[in-house]
């Protein structure tokens, strides 16, 4: 576990073991840039080719630790709205429409969160709305499901005030199966008080992993590199040849990670947090972020 705090602002953020830890590399992988990188005998370019590289690397990074912030700055206002504390600020359970309202054009706003929910002390939903197909909607009474039991809930209501719990990336389970089509997922939660200090339940957001993607992917489209992202264990999160992610989760994919692949590589990287290196299969620039 690891805090991390900001002894100028009264927020700390609290990630547990879940969290993960990304590697984002940027490369010239085919061997047929090397080869004519080696047979132009151009320091000048080469020299060119690995600031280019750090460059656009750098831009990745601050996009998506911008990208958290912008999150954990949503998740923030939200456990500290009015119309929420209106809601738990008494011995019972108020009227839910007035924050159901607010969820409601916060989500059609944003369009990012998959689900933003309310979830009291027990874990059982008291309000949520869902984003499908580009609209919100409130989801009725009788469809509210009691979460108590899921690691992002426990995980969530045994912090203390302004902590954030912050999943991995993975993809979406529904009914215990993988969601299709696929639908990469982070959670993000934090702990609610009323008034007089006492926890009431979490915030939850469900922040839909495919905007942070698919701007890693137009990225590499733009530039012409090989932009990949992995979690810590070398499982590919992004990849130019989509059958090889997320294999962590997908069963026949399991065998298809980084470090199988290049070895050698996985070497320099899983040991630095920074790295840039040539290997018979070309140019690697790799970086570990932190978003907090």
């Known amino acids: ?31 047929g840039t090397i080869l004519i990188l080696y047979n132009l005998e151009s320091k000048d370019y080469r020299f060119k080719l690995e600031l280019e590289e750090q460059a656009a690397l750098e831009l990745q990074v601050g996009l998506i630790t911008h ?12 456990s500290r709205q009015n119309e929420l504390l209106t809601l738990i600020d008494g011995e019972t359970i108020g009227s839910t429409k007035p924050i159901s309202k607010e969820y409601l054009e916060f989500s059609r706003f944003k369009g990012v969160y998959d689900q933003i929910r309310y979830l009291d002390e027990k874990g059982m939903e008291i309000v949520r709305v869902d984003y499908k197909n580009g609209q919100p909607s409130v989801v009725k009474d009788d469809q509210l499901q009691f979460k108590g039991d899921r690691y992002y809930f426990k995980d969530s209501i045994r912090l203390k005030a302004q902590e954030v719990f912050v999943s991995p990336l993975d993809l979406n389970i529904e009914k215990g199966k993988i969601e299709h089509p696929l639908k990469p997922m982070i959670r993000f939660g934090i702990p609610v008080f009323n008034t007089i200090g006492q926890k009431r339940g979490v915030v939850l957001l469900n922040y839909l992993g495919n905007q942070m993607l698919e701007s890693i992917k137009k990225a590499a489209k733009l530039s012409g590199e090989n932009i990949m992202l992995l979690n810590s264990d070398g499982y590919w999160l992004c990849s130019p040849n989509q059958q090889d992610e997320w294999g962590f989760m997908i069963k026949d994919r399991e065998d298809k990670t980084f470090p ?31 978003p907090f």
């Open 1 to 31: 576990m690891e805090t991390i705090s900001l002894s100028e602002k009264p927020v700390r953020f609290l990630i547990f073991r879940y969290f993960f830890i990304i590697f984002l590399f940027i490369g010239s992988i085919l061997g």
């Open 67 to 78: 990208n958290f912030a912008a999150i954990i700055s949503d998740i923030l206002y939200l």
């Open 260 to 290: 199988a692949r290049f070895p050698e590589a996985w070497k320099h990287i899983s040991g630095s947090q920074q790295t840039q290196f040539h290997t018979g299969n070309g140019l690697f620039t790799s970086a570990t972020i932190y």
